[in-house]
């Protein structure tokens, strides 16, 4: 069954015809609904309503009708106008006159449906009648506005009023308009749509998620444990609980925070472009500023003049267990801090996928999709910032740690890849920064405390495990194991930025010369799914990347213990999960449009496997 073809497109400007009314407004197309077969538009004032596609002009063609009619009204002659005007006292061609009353009441019916009241007087000569008649038509053909029959405005009437509940206006006996009791005269009033409840729950629901808030921290606290014996060894559970002075340090929670706030004062510096993302709900769109590289390079040189100072950046080594549970502790503060003011939140920000109504689990997912304090967005500064630039200063810090542990000279060149395959991957992640405002952690997902200990906690204190683990379980590599693995990270490098890339500028432009030449299938939404290049390849080759560079990371730990690995095992898990994730919902968004892309393009992310 093929999708039913969509006359306007998702985004597409065109002009709307009020409810109850003739008269034309800009709007922009937000969707077409097959089912109902009526396009849901939103006004220039935030209303949203749905239309059908009879109450839909382009924009070419309302100016070309509004051309016609005014050249329609140049051509009427005085003469001819005088001639049409008669007095309601003269007795020849009554029916005539009975005709332009009806008429004239017609067309103060139409004109009082406005979005603003509109007072039409009662006037009792022929001449005033006449003016007011040609004023009416003049407001007419600006607002592109044209006679209806009286049967089609009835019809028009029942419509509206039962869905959108309009009113008229009465008139008192002088002429003048007055209002009804109730204060929705002539002002159409459409309710707000009720805001959105998550039906489709992730991870188990909300048993899932309890679990997973318990045992997310448990797991990477074991982790770190383990990475940090000499002899590592899965088979050492359970582990013995160590004691907690090395748990918890006041000083270590108070470098923790001055990191936080570091960060955020160069994220607020005046310094690089400015940018919006993605259109909300209500179609309006927030502004980012892009520094991040910025950011990268002052922290550089601060850490620079820390060494050269003779600070001893090891200390984060030392009492690394310290770091992650300080780090946990903010992230709890901040989750319930972002969760009780979600509370306030206005329906356009509320989070697709974290709005189900229970309390854990909307904590753990997050209602609110982009918490601000004012201009400062928190789940983009902390998507991008402390948890990425501290993941590098981390590495550099176990690098240093080596070589006091290990009494060496120079870094080993198992902790020279791992340094500096992350550092790359870093590096592009911020330099590429505005790309994140298209992808799904921003448009989708809510901030709770899923995406906070993931960003300020998980990330910075697990995917830094090979270089914490190279410290005390050194690895030899031979030149040919080197070369392996640097061509090795170069082919998956480059698999996941041409993707990320190509996809990046697919989206704001189809017809970019970069990617015009890829094939696509248009969908019913107004967008095309890409089935030629990587992405004919396999749905997801931006997966397939970042996955072999995952491997290359682990590879310079040896193959002696499966720690070094988790980092891949989890990627591997956490794709696996997003690609199911992004099934569901393309296939509701986009229908057989979908169906058709997946014959195309048959394996997600493995050729040939998977």
Not at 144 to 162: F, I, P
Not at 166 to 194: H, I, N
Not at 199 to 225: H, K, N, Y
Not at 580 to 587: G, T, V, Y
Request: aromatic share 12%; hydrophobic share 40%.
């Amino acid at each position: 069954m093929r999708m039913p073809s969509t006359r306007f497109q998702s985004g597409e400007t065109v002009m709307g015809r009020w409810p109850g009314s003739n008269l034309y407004y800009e709007v922009k197309v937000l969707n077409y609904d097959n089912k109902s077969r009526l396009y849901t538009v939103i006004y220039k004032d935030g209303t949203e309503l749905e239309l059908k596609e009879s109450d839909i002009t382009s924009l070419t063609m309302f100016k070309q009708g509004s051309t016609r009619s005014r050249s329609r009204s140049r051509s009427r002659s005085p003469a001819r106008t005088r001639r049409s005007s008669r007095s309601p006292a003269r007795t020849s061609r009554r029916s005539s006159s009975r005709t332009a009353d009806l008429q004239r009441e017609k067309l103060k019916e139409v004109l009082e449906v406005r979005l603003t009241p509109v007072a039409i007087p009662h006037e009792n000569n022929s001449n005033s009648k006449h003016q007011k008649k040609e004023e009416n038509e003049k407001k007419e053909e600006n607002d592109t506005a044209t006679k209806v029959n009286e049967k089609t405005e009835a019809e028009s009437e029942n419509q509206t009023r039962g869905r959108y509940n309009l009113r008229r206006r009465k008139e008192q006996g002088d002429g003048k308009p007055v209002e009804e009791e109730t204060k929705e005269e002539t002002l159409v009033q459409a309710k707000p749509p009720a805001p959105v409840k998550t039906t489709d729950l992730e991870f188990g629901g909300r048993v899932g998620v309890f679990f997973l808030m318990l045992l997310l921290p448990v797991a990477v606290l074991a982790l770190l444990i383990l990475c940090g014996q000499k002899d590592a060894s899965l088979q050492d559970f359970p582990l013995q609980i160590p004691p907690l002075q090395s748990l918890w340090d006041w000083q270590v929670f108070g470098i923790v925070l001055l990191w936080l706030l570091f960060q955020a004062v160069l994220a607020l510096l005046p310094i690089g472009k400015v940018i919006e993302g993605m259109p909300l709900k209500n179609g309006k769109t927030l502004k980012y500023r892009i520094n991040g590289f910025y950011a990268l390079v002052l922290t550089a040189v601060v850490v620079g003049a820390a060494v050269y100072q003779e600070v001893d950046l090891s200390y984060i080594h030392a009492h690394f267990l310290q770091f992650y549970t300080s780090a946990l502790v903010i992230v709890t503060l901040l989750s319930i801090y972002l969760f009780v003011c979600s509370r306030w939140a206005t329906e356009s920000n509320l989070a697709p996928g974290g709005n189900s109504g229970y309390i854990i689990y909307d904590f753990f997912m997050g209602r609110e999709l982009n918490p601000r304090i004012k201009s400062f967005d928190i789940k983009f500064f902390c998507e991008m910032r402390p948890g990425l630039i501290g993941w590098v200063l981390i590495n550099f810090a176990m690098l240093l740690a080596e070589m006091k542990h290990q009494n060496l000279e120079n870094p080993s060149p198992a902790m020279l890849l791992v340094n500096g395959f992350q550092l790359l991957w870093v590096v592009d992640g911020i330099w590429h920064e505005e790309k994140l405002l298209t992808m799904m952690d921003i448009v989708y997902d809510g901030f709770g405390f899923m995406l906070t200990f993931g960003d300020l906690a998980f990330v910075p204190f697990t995917f830094t495990c090979q270089a914490y683990y190279l410290v005390n379980h050194p690895n030899d590599l031979s030149v040919f194991w080197i070369t392996t693995l640097i061509a090795m990270n170069g082919v998956g490098y480059y698999i996941f930025r041409k993707a990320n890339s190509q996809k990046f500028v697919f989206r704001k432009n189809p017809s970019d010369p970069a990617v015009s030449h890829l094939k696509a299938i248009p969908t019913a939404t107004g967008k095309s799914l890409i089935v030629s290049g990587l992405w004919g390849f396999v749905r997801h080759p931006n997966y397939l990347g970042d996955i072999i560079m995952g491997l290359a990371w682990s590879l310079p730990c040896g193959f002696n213990h499966v720690i070094p690995y988790f980092y891949l095992i989890y990627l591997i898990t956490l794709l696996v999960h997003r690609n199911a994730r992004d099934e569901r919902q393309c296939r509701k968004k986009y229908g057989s449009a979908w169906e058709e892309y997946c014959k195309a393009v048959p394996y997600r992310i493995f050729p040939g496997i998977y």
